[in-house]
């Protein structure tokens, strides 16, 4: 029997689609909360990233995806992670078009020594993110409407990559997982 989310385009990052239900993604989801569900593998993983959160409703189907990748040993400069958020951005803008990059301190504050940047990172003191959306110069696809890519400390001396992607009913699939009260178990899929 075919479904509305059969006639969907069969694309997208990570081999996932807009509306996609979790029966479709061919990997054990553990759930962590009403329809956000955690998988260790993914049909079209990145070899960047390894542990991938997935938003999937019973009416909406997939929402949003959310990727971390391992932790990345680095010294206070931030060199290594650094690279690999650069690497990973210029393989995502080959693919996206542009992107607004944010590279500097949060709000007022001057920017660091370079020897303090990872620990200014830790304390969200400095940011370092790249952010692709419709209708800004990206060339948004396969029903996009956002992908964020963020370098983020864990410690002074190791930080992970962060690439989070909102399908266009991203919202509705947020709003159909908020409706579910605590301790009410959502519908199996």
Not at 55 to 78: E, M
Request: proline share 8%; glycine share 10%.
């Amino acid at each position: 029997m075919r479904t509305p989310q059969d006639t969907l385009p069969r694309r997208g990052p990570f081999g996932l689609w807009k509306g996609m239900s979790g029966s479709n993604i061919g990997a054990e989801l553990t759930m962590i909360r009403p329809f956000v569900f955690i998988a260790e593998r993914v049909p079209d993983p990145h070899p960047a990233l390894r542990t991938y959160t997935l938003a999937i409703a019973p009416r909406g189907g997939l929402g949003w995806v959310k990727a971390v990748g391992p932790f990345i040993q680095t010294g206070a400069a931030g060199l290594e992670l650094r690279s690999a958020f650069a690497a990973l951005r210029a393989e995502l803008a080959a693919h996206y078009g542009a992107c607004e990059t944010f590279d500097g301190p949060v709000g007022e504050r001057l920017q660091c020594a370079p020897g303090a940047w990872m620990p200014a990172l830790l304390v969200r003191e400095q940011h370092l993110a790249a952010v692709w959306r419709t209708g800004a110069g990206s060339r948004m696809s396969d029903a996009l409407q956002c992908v964020v890519l963020e370098a983020r400390a864990a410690t002074v001396s190791a930080g992970r990559l962060h690439l989070e992607c909102h399908f266009n009913n991203g919202d509705a699939v947020d709003a159909e997982s908020a409706s579910w009260r605590i301790g009410r178990r959502p519908p199996p899929e």
